[in-house]
C-alpha cells in the first residue's frame, strides 16, 4: 500500500531537485565572475603597525570605552549617591506608597542631589587634575593621583575608622601610618559599608513614626471589631498627610545634605 506513495514521494523530490538546478544554471551561469567579498579593515591611526603612537592612541581609547562602562559604579560608589537612593527607599517603604514616587523619579532625585554634594570635590578635581591635564602640563599618572586625592579626602571623612580597620586587618597589609599609606581597594569598600550604616541609621528613624501610625490604626480597627478591613489601606492616608504636614522632603534633604558637612 505505501510503496506507490513511496515512489511518487521520491520522484517529486527528483523532479524539485532538478528544477533547482536548472534555476542555479540560468541565475549564475558558469561564465560569470565569482562574487567578491569587500576586505573589511578596523584600524586605528595610518595602519603602518611600527609607529608606537598608534598603539598608544589605541590604549587610549581603550582605557576611555572601560572607564565609560565603569563610570555608574565610580558615580555610585565614590559618591554620596549610596546614602541617598538607600534612604529615598526607606521613605518609600516606609509610606507604604507602593510604587510612588516611582523608580526614576527617586533615582534622578538622588543623582542631582549627588552633584549637589560632590560639587566642592569635583570642583577640586577639574582645578587640579583636569584642566591641567587638558592643557599638557602634567602627564596622566599625575592626573589621577590628583584627581583621585579630593575623592580620597571625601571619602575618608566619611568613613568609620572600624570599618577602615576592619579591611586593613582583612587585606593583611602592614599598619598604615596615615592616610596616604591606605590604597584605594582598601577604602572604597569602607567608604561603602560605612554609607549603608549610615543610611539605615537614617531610614530607621525615618520608619519609627510611621510604624507608630500603623500600630494605632490597627489596635482601632481591632477594637471595633473591622478584623477583614486591611489597616494598611486606612493608614496611608494618615501616614502621607503626617508626612506632607511636616514638609517630609524638605526635612529628609536637608537631614542628607548636612550629614556630609
Known amino acids: 500500500m505505501n510503496r506507490p506513495r513511496i515512489a511518487i514521494t521520491y520522484r517529486l523530490s527528483l523532479i524539485l531537485l532538478l528544477v533547482i538546478v536548472l534555476v542555479a544554471i540560468f541565475i ?27 598603539l598608544s592612541t589605541a590604549l587610549q581609547l581603550v582605557i576611555l570605552l572601560t572607564v565609560l562602562a565603569l563610570a555608574p559604579a565610580i558615580l555610585i560608589m565614590l559618591t554620596s549617591f549610596i546614602r541617598i537612593i538607600v534612604v529615598m527607599g526607606f521613605i518609600r517603604t516606609s509610606l507604604a506608597t507602593q510604587q510612588m514616587p516611582p523608580n526614576q523619579v527617586l533615582i534622578g532625585l538622588a543623582l542631582f542631589l549627588t552633584f549637589f554634594v560632590m560639587a566642592p570635590t569635583f570642583q577640586q578635581v577639574n582645578n ?39 579591611f586593613v586587618k582583612m587585606s593583611e597589609m602592614k ?69 506632607v504636614l511636616v514638609d517630609g522632603w524638605n526635612l529628609v534633604i536637608q537631614s542628607l545634605v548636612l550629614s556630609f558637612k
Open 28 to 54: 549564475f551561469p558558469a561564465s560569470a565572475e565569482p562574487m567578491q567579498i569587500p576586505n573589511i579593515n578596523l584600524q586605528i591611526g595610518d595602519g603602518t603597525g611600527d609607529n608606537p603612537q598608534n
Open 128 to 166: 587640579q587634575a583636569l584642566q591641567p591635564y587638558l592643557k599638557s602640563e602634567i602627564n596622566q599618572e599625575t592626573a589621577f593621583k590628583k584627581g583621585m586625592q579630593p575623592i580620597r579626602e571625601f571619602m575618608f571623612k566619611q568613613t568609620r575608622e572600624k570599618d577602615l580597620a576592619l
Open 175 to 243: 599598619r598604615p601610618r596615615n592616610f596616604d599609606d591606605i590604597p584605594n581597594y582598601v577604602l572604597i569598600p569602607s567608604f561603602v559599608i560605612s554609607e549603608l550604616k549610615t543610611a539605615f541609621q537614617i531610614g530607621f528613624v525615618i520608619f519609627v513614626p510611621f510604624l507608630v501610625i500603623d500600630m494605632v490604626v490597627a489596635s482601632a480597627l481591632m477594637s471595633m471589631g473591622m478584623m477583614m478591613l486591611p489597616p494598611m489601606m486606612i493608614s496611608l492616608p494618615f501616614k502621607i498627610l503626617l508626612f
